[in-house]
């Protein structure tokens, strides 16, 4: 039992480790079948498999599982390799599964409006715990949020001052506003989060990203910054754009081997040749992007 609360403690924590359990046994081994190890993200562990060689192969095998977050199975045979003869191995073979633990996926989402709320719907179905903020508390709060981890109805700077995403966090920017907007990227470019990305037509995302250059940060910073969000799918809805982003987390979350249909237009190195639809009046074609050779 202390193996799985020790698994409970560290998902809570937002950390990552990887579970060693031995499968199958043939003749004699230093341990039992069923015995397990738990390898923390800072590499300290609980449990046994019965040490020596073994173990110590074991544990690098699952620093590599926890950084692939994909399973492994490992195969010792005790009587024929001799660098197992330390007196602590009994001969024999011996199977031993390994596999990631993964903190649940925590999804924060700036503002709470129509597309937010579809957004924490569809992402709390999908499994991802969610916690919103939002400087308007006739939006943010319990009743509209009512399965969200936390609800934060105060200044978008306050709110940030109090969040500390992890490598395991997806941000959502979807405030009312540029300014808001670009507080929360500024402050988002600069966590280690998973996943980045921003609601916005493609002039709102030029003049953000713009903006923040303008003040210092390194372009690059915002390489992983997804913008427009989610995949092109057609979304018109708040239902339909929240399907669109929950999409992109899920295929990030679970390594999707295929290349992903994209909205982002930012990361290639030239701007497109129209504007959203609600500023197709004003292409974008003559403005260079934030990111490119030559800055305007």
């Given at each position: 039992?202390?193996?799985?609360?020790?698994i409970?403690?560290?998902?809570?924590?937002?950390?990552?480790?990887?579970?060693?359990?031995?499968?199958?046994?043939?003749?004699?081994?230093?341990?039992?079948?069923?015995?397990?190890?738990?390898?923390?993200?800072?590499?300290?562990?609980?449990?046994?498999?019965?040490?020596?060689?073994?173990?110590?192969?074991?544990?690098?095998?699952?620093?590599?599982?926890?950084?692939?977050?994909?399973?492994?199975?490992?195969?010792?045979?005790?009587?024929?390799?001799?660098?197992?003869?330390?007196?602590?191995?009994?001969?024999?073979?011996?199977?031993?599964?390994?596999?990631?633990?993964?903190?649940?996926?925590?999804l924060?989402?700036?503002?709470?409006?129509?597309?937010?709320?579809?957004?924490?719907?569809?992402?709390?179905?999908?499994?991802?715990?969610?916690?919103?903020?939002?400087?308007?508390?006739?939006?943010?709060n319990?009743?509209?949020?009512?399965?969200?981890?936390?609800?934060?109805?105060?200044?978008?700077?306050?709110?940030?001052?109090?969040?500390?995403?992890?490598?395991?966090?997806?941000?959502v920017?979807?405030t009312?506003?540029?300014?808001d907007?670009?507080?929360?990227?500024?402050?988002?470019?600069?966590?280690p989060?998973?996943?980045?990305?921003?609601i916005?037509?493609?002039?709102?995302?030029?003049?953000?990203?713009?903006?923040?250059?303008?003040?210092?940060?390194?372009?690059?910073?915002?390489?992983?910054?997804?913008?427009?969000?989610?995949?092109?799918?057609?979304?018109?809805?708040?239902?339909?754009?929240?399907?669109?982003?929950?999409?992109?987390?899920?295929?990030?979350?679970?390594?999707?081997?295929?290349?992903?249909?994209?909205?982002?237009?930012?990361?290639?190195?030239?701007?497109?040749?129209?504007?959203?639809?609600?500023?197709?009046?004003?292409?974008?074609?003559?403005?260079?992007?934030?990111?490119?050779?030559?800055?305007?």
């Amino acid at each position: 039992m202390e193996i799985y609360e020790e698994i409970v403690k560290l998902q809570r924590a937002g950390h990552k480790g990887a579970v060693a359990t031995i499968v199958n046994v043939r003749g004699s081994i230093p341990s039992f079948k069923s015995a397990k190890m738990l390898v923390r993200d800072d590499g300290s562990i609980a449990g046994t498999i019965g040490g020596g060689c073994v173990e110590a192969e074991v544990w690098q095998a699952a620093r590599e599982v926890m950084a692939s977050e994909n399973p492994r199975t490992l195969t010792f045979d005790l009587n024929q390799d001799p660098k197992y003869d330390t007196g602590l191995v009994c001969g024999g073979t011996l199977e031993i599964f390994i596999e990631p633990v993964l903190p649940s996926p925590l999804l924060y989402i700036f503002g709470a409006g129509h597309v937010s709320l579809e957004l924490y719907k569809a992402a709390h179905a999908a499994g991802f715990e969610v916690i919103v903020a939002d400087d308007r508390d006739l939006y943010a709060n319990t009743e509209r949020f009512p399965a969200a981890r936390q609800v934060l109805a105060e200044d978008f700077d306050q709110a940030l001052a109090r969040l500390s995403p992890s490598e395991s966090s997806y941000i959502v920017i979807a405030t009312r506003g540029h300014r808001d907007d670009m507080r929360v990227l500024r402050w988002a470019v600069e966590t280690p989060a998973r996943y980045i990305g921003m609601i916005g037509s493609k002039r709102k995302i030029i003049t953000v990203f713009r903006e923040l250059t303008r003040e210092g940060l390194d372009p690059h910073l915002f390489d992983r910054v997804h913008s427009p969000v989610g995949l092109d799918i057609g979304a018109i809805t708040p239902e339909e754009i929240a399907v669109s982003i929950v999409a992109e987390l899920i295929g990030l979350r679970r390594h999707a081997e295929r290349a992903l249909p994209h909205m982002s237009w930012f990361h290639s190195n030239h701007c497109p040749t129209s504007a959203a639809p609600e500023e197709a009046a004003e292409p974008l074609a003559t403005e260079p992007c934030p990111n490119s050779a030559n800055p305007a």
